[in-house]
């Protein structure tokens, strides 16, 4: 009799294990699963970053779905929101799971994608793996922006007017875009149509084909080697397999992960503000999320010093710039016997780190 | 109430106690466990003989030496620094009722750390017997220094009918045993030892961590397997023991924890239910994290990962703590002692019984206080004759009293009322603010507020968490004037009242 592969040693599971390999090569697919081993070094704990994304991602899906059978966009988004924090049992812990997620999926796929770049993931074969990554931390970004002001209270109405500020800076085709985004010349329920089109259709459907690539490619060509334990002899290096062992690592880290937002979301409840009244004036300190404030500060830094269009053209001219640089760096430093190339792309790394803190630390220090 | 107030800003006092006493949760129970975990490893290798235990148990004893020996002794002392500092009136308290519970817990301490050095220092200089009699008179040293403490941390929570009756005769002390062997002293003495026990595995799983699996994948896999297991008794022991000592807690405190487990749907719970639900998750997710990283898979378990455990242990204990905190609310000595140092039970004044809450309220919180000058008391005598005199005048027309004359002075008495009765627990700007809490309310907002504080209704929605504000009529407006010009005045005017005071 030929020999089971089924992972659990038990008689029954063994039987329904047997029965669905035979129709569904669930076998092939644990082999698969297996052939990827894991370096095993003093920087393993950056490999975890991506799944813990992953977790988070997944939190955003369940929860998001669970706020859909409540919220109502459109003239009464805020009313909802309002129901489903206050009227509604456990509203608040779905809503608070749900932006608390946001924030930490935003925040974990900088950490991942960072601790890629320092560790030289990015180099041949995975260049796709790197670009592709850029792709979601991006469209990360956009549902951040978009989920923003689905509530529609006073903060989310102010911020995401400062926050348009950004692709409105954009010489010659702002004004359009500005409009386009908002569905008007001003934010107002047709914007959070339009967000809320964005934030459940257009992106996921985006997102997640993406994200099937992103995790394809990390499965074919497994995870990098950063570039100090390459110069250990090979026979010294240690991996263990993709699953189940690396898997059960995945899972511990899931559960702490949960544990931090559970704490986030009961003890620091998301609130909801007043409703948005555009003739008002805008709340003091007005800003936008985190991950959008080192743009913001830099633009209201630039804006300062170069009033008008130079100061915006300089702005977006330095993003652009930025993000290119970003993007093509796999491409400048392909090869783990490029030193200096190497030297360069690692001092880049840290400058763009140090940057972001900086500009967003300043950001919130002058608010 | 003439002790200074230990003003921290932004944290506030009770979160410095709080860091330190944390902090020295996590050590002085390892030092309990970690001091049974020794000999019972030791023997279970000298028995087996395994040379291989025996090199690793050193290398543990000298970690939890360092650890325990220096970190913990240093936090344990800055607890009663920090809460001397922060609460005066509850340390004297516990002092003049169990400074000989001190006394005894200290002779245990000192051969605890007497015993703690030699166990290390004589590994493989002493025949092995006795080098075992030596760890375990630590482990029975230091189960007492817990056996003591126990007391004297329950008391706070349940001091029993027994103290109660006597509480401000000055015959507490002859009641010790019944204020020591109170209520919660057993289940909180099991849930202590089983949480020293859970500790012993999570700080062993730090040292196993450092062994070479490539090397020495026998011994890592044994070593990480066999203090995982450590954690076993508190998982299943844990929930019958917590049931029990919640049933030993008093009603009107449990009552707190009941209604924010009855609200939890509505989001509206109370912080201290908040604390035992990230208890709770916390401390199953430890047993989960450690099977599925440490047991499973004990040859790649890292340092990194046993930091994440720690971590984890950090949060439980962190949660546990504020929440054991939390339940008092609003005292310090449940039934006793309010949170701002007003006692609750009458206290014996030239043999005459008398309550403070009266006292203050009938002859003033502030008048025999050593932090206000002759002028400050003869500026608000002035003060208050105005303001008796006005309500007289308004009480005959039915109209409302003139606005208050507000003078440095009368700011001043305010600021001495906050820092007297809310600062234990209040800070201006940070944790528990007072700019927060009153946000967008006005003088009479506020006024209503303190009124219903004063007042103490049992109808009162702040009974169950507020302990009652005391003073005379015009302490409390000059409390609600401070507060007003707190919340509304600028910042800079009321702190420059402060500074030139």
Known sequence: MQKSSCPVRNRYATAVWNYADERLGLSELLAFAGKKQVPQHKHSFWYYWGGISLFFFLVQCLTGVLLLVYYRPGAEAYESVRQITYDIEFGWLVRSAHSWSANLMVFAVFVHMFSVFLMKAYRKPREFGWWSGLGLLGLAMVFGFSGYLLPMDELAYFATKVGLEIPMSTPVIGPFLGDLIRGGPEVGEHTVQRFFALHVVILPALFVPLLMFHLWLVQRHGNAIPPGEEAVPAAERESIPFFPNFMMKDVAMWLIALNVLALLASVYPWQLGPPANPIAPAPLGIHPEWYFMSQFQLLKVLGNWFPGITGEILGIGLFTIGGIVWAVIPLYDNDSRNGRRGRIATYIGFGAIAGLIALTAWGYWVL | ?501
């Open chain 2, 1 to 501: 109430m003439n002790y200074p107030v230990w003003d921290v800003p932004i944290i506030g006092s009770g979160w410095v106690i709080g860091m330190i006493a944390i902090f020295h949760v996590m050590i002085s129970h390892f030092a309990i466990g970690g001091g049974i975990y020794l000999p019972f490893a030791e023997a279970r290798a000298l028995k087996r003989g395994r040379k291989d235990w025996l090199e690793f148990l050193p290398r543990h004893s000298k970690f939890f030496l360092i650890l325990t020996g220096v970190y913990g002794a240093v936090s344990g002392v800055g607890i009663w620094f920090a809460i001397g500092l922060a609460a005066p009136e509850a340390t004297s308290t516990l002092i003049h009722n169990f400074v000989f519970g001190w006394a005894i817990e200290w002779v245990f301490f000192l051969i605890e750390l007497s015993t703690a050095a030699v166990y290390y220092y004589t590994w493989n200089r002493i025949p092995d017997k006795l080098h075992l009699k030596v760890g375990w008179l630590y482990a029975g040293t230091s189960i007492m220094t817990l056996v003591i403490i126990n007391g004297i941390l329950t008391f706070m929570l349940t001091p029993g009918e027994s103290w109660l009756a006597v509480a401000g005769t000055g015959k507490e002390s002859a009641h010790f045993f019944q204020a020591f062997f109170n209520p919660t002293y057993w289940p909180s003495l099991f849930l202590r030892t089983l949480v020293c026990l859970s500790l012993a595995a999570v700080w062993a799983l730090v040292t196993g961590s450092l062994i070479n699996g490539r090397k020495q994948p026998e011994l890592k896999t044994e070593v990480i397997r066999f203090s995982t297991k450590w954690l076993l008794p508190a998982f299943f022991l844990m929930p019958p023991c917590f049931v029990w000592y919640l049933l030993m807690v008093p009603e009107s405190q449990r009552a707190l924890l009941e209604l924010g487990i009855s609200t939890i749907g509505a989001g509206t719970f109370t912080q201290v239910t908040r604390m035992v639900l990230v208890s709770i998750m916390t401390s199953a997710t430890i047993l989960g994290v450690v099977y599925f990283i440490a047991y499973r898979d004990p040859k790649t378990f890292r340092v990194g990962y046993a930091c994440a455990v720690v971590f984890l242990a950090l949060a439980a204990t962190g949660s546990t703590e504020q929440a054991r905190e939390m339940l008092r609310k609003p005292y310090v000595v449940v039934d006793h002692m309010y949170s701002n140092a007003v006692r609750k039970t009458p206290v014996n004044v030239n043999g005459e019984a008398i309550k403070e809450v009266d006292r203050f309220n009938r002859d003033g919180y502030l008048t025999n206080s050593i932090w206000a000058t002759e002028q400050e008391k003869a500026a608000w005598a002035q003060w208050d004759r105005q303001r008796e005199a006005a309500q007289v005048v308004n009480a005959s027309t039915d109209e409302q009293p003139a606005a208050p004359n507000v003078t440095p002075e009368i700011l001043r008495r305010g600021e001495l009322m906050f820092r007297g009765q809310c600062m234990a627990c209040h800070t201006t700007d940070g944790y528990r603010a007072m700019r927060g809490f009153l946000n967008e309310r006005d003088l009479q907002s506020i006024k209503n507020i303190l009124g219903m504080l004063h007042g103490y209704e049992e109808t009162s929605p702040y009974r169950t968490y507020m302990p009652p504000l005391v003073g005379t009529e015009q302490e409390i407006e000059a409390l609600a004037i401070y507060l007003d010009n707190m919340v509304n005045g600028t910042q800079a005017q009321t702190e420059n009242v402060a500074s030139a005071q």
